[in-house]
């Protein structure tokens, strides 16, 4: 048994330390290089209201010339006053509310890509903030570079108690896997809260969007251009390039959030991205079935142990470099019970993504 925990945990372990070592090639990227390439910044939402004024206030204080950069906001059959609050914001020379006369939020991306006329999109939510130099550090990178898509950093707003300390290391673990995985130069996942792509891209990869699940608009552009083998996708690191985002307000929300994004997962066609998820969740489960086994048999206790710390291992690796780089390095102290909460977390979350998750 003590060996068959050991084989279990090799894959996992193998894959989170390539991961982890690839994550110090990353540099931070500054923008010295001027860049007047028109872009658009699309934002889908429903029912925001209540974020949708800050976002437009971080955007209206953009530094990027005015002229050269348009806000397209598409909202998705709102039940509140957020189609009004976009249509009346005087703050941002190009700014156009359009209705989303489809429904879900890859409908409303495709509605703001097809009337945009930029050659770059850059995509966030109605819940985020942003430096003042985020179109511009974008801009110039695409520039530079020359990408398909490039993957930029988000990360979560800060809080108090285990709840939100969860969240933000779980975030943070994700975004781990996202840089590393990116300069690996085999990325896995992204985020459509900070994301820039091609106008191009887009329109000739929108058909492998899976428009019957409701979540995924980002990742599943991400590996239709990984069939691509000449599209480029990069990970931006700059913190003038991240932008934070909302933490779920309840535990329902945030189960119900995570059971979206894991309910694509059955529609991906990525090898690797297939083989990491296969992989984590088998070592993930290894944990609970030890534990009950412990339960009858305390032999196996130290079995249970080690399992927990091959796991744990390159888990703290990864968070560890993540949380350096985005100066939350007080928030390892959650690691522990976090990782002790984590197993029943994805528990709890893979039955309701199975049944529930593709419903908003």
């Not at 691509?228 to 945030?254: G, M, P, Q």
Request: net charge positive; proline share 4%; hydrophobic share 45%.
């Amino acid at each position: 048994m003590k060996w068959l925990v050991v084989i279990l945990s090799i894959p996992y372990i193998y894959l989170l330390l390539k991961i982890y070592y690839s994550l110090f090639k990353i540099k931070p990227y500054k923008s010295d290089l001027p860049s007047d390439l028109l872009v658009s910044v699309i934002v889908a939402c429903r029912n925001e209201q209540k974020n949708l004024p800050s976002l437009l206030s971080f955007l209206s204080a953009q530094n990027y010339d005015a002229d050269k950069f348009e806000v397209i906001i598409i909202d998705d059959n709102s039940a509140d006053s957020t189609f009004n609050i976009a249509s009346e914001f005087s703050g941002i020379r190009n700014l156009i509310a359009i209705r989303n006369p489809g429904n879900g939020k890859k409908s409303a991306i495709k509605t703001g890509v097809d009337a945009c006329k930029g050659e770059l999109v850059i995509t966030t939510d109605a819940d985020c903030t942003m430096r003042s130099r985020w179109i511009t550090t974008i801009a110039s990178y695409y520039s530079e570079y020359k990408p398909e898509m490039i993957i930029c950093p988000v990360t979560l707003k800060g809080g108090k108690g285990f709840f939100r300390r969860f969240q933000e290391l779980e975030f943070l673990s994700l975004q781990g896997i996202t840089a590393g995985t990116a300069m690996q130069g085999n990325p896995v996942m992204c985020n459509g809260a900070n994301l820039a792509f091609t106008k191009k891209a887009f329109k000739n990869n929108s058909i492998n969007l899976h428009a019957e699940k409701m979540s995924g608009d980002d990742v599943f552009l991400l590996h239709s251009l990984k069939q691509n083998k000449s599209s480029r996708i990069l990970w931006l690191e700059s913190n003038d390039a991240l932008v934070k985002t909302c933490s779920s307000e309840t535990w329902s929300s945030f189960i119900d959030q995570r059971a979206r994004w894991i309910s694509k997962a059955g529609s991906y066609s990525d090898t690797f991205t297939i083989l990491l998820a296969i992989v984590t969740f088998v070592t993930i489960l290894l944990l609970p079935l030890l534990l009950i086994t412990c339960i009858f048999n305390q032999a196996f206790l130290p079995v249970f142990l080690a399992a927990f710390l091959l796991k744990s291992i390159p888990d703290y690796l990864i968070l560890h470099n993540t949380a350096v780089r985005y100066k939350r390095k007080e928030l390892l102290r959650w690691f522990i019970p976090s990782q002790i909460f984590y197993t029943y977390y994805i528990l709890r979350i893979v039955p309701k993504a199975i049944y529930k998750g593709n419903h908003w």
